[in-house]
């Protein structure tokens, strides 16, 4: 398989707020052998999300949703929404970071 990014295998990744205090970022893959490639990506683990996020490995949650050829990953914002220094009030630009990784 030729090296890739999470973002060129994925069909579509966003990101949002959930909550003030958490970011999500969707994963959405279009088949079932890219999920199956996404989902053992080794940028997709706790420890390299934090990583990437700054957040505490034992609070990052990835959910592998097979069926829905998705994988959702939460973990707390850096700053609550809207405070000063939050410079993405929707998250909606959280995605980047992880899209560019190795999948």
Not at 39 to 51: E, N, Q, S, V
Not at 70 to 90: A, L, N
């Amino acid at each position: 398989m030729a090296p890739t990014t999470l973002g060129a295998l994925a069909s579509k990744i966003r990101s949002k707020n959930a909550g003030p205090f958490w970011v999500t970022i969707d994963v959405f893959l279009p088949d079932d052998e890219a999920f199956t490639r996404a989902a053992a990506a080794p940028c997709l683990t706790a420890d390299r999300i934090a990583g990437i996020y700054g957040a505490n490995p034992s609070m990052v949650k990835i959910f592998r949703i097979s069926e829905l050829r998705t994988i959702k990953v939460s973990f707390p914002r850096s700053v609550p929404q809207g405070s000063t220094g939050d410079r993405d009030v929707h998250s909606a630009q959280q995605y980047i970071p992880l899209a560019a990784q190795p999948a």
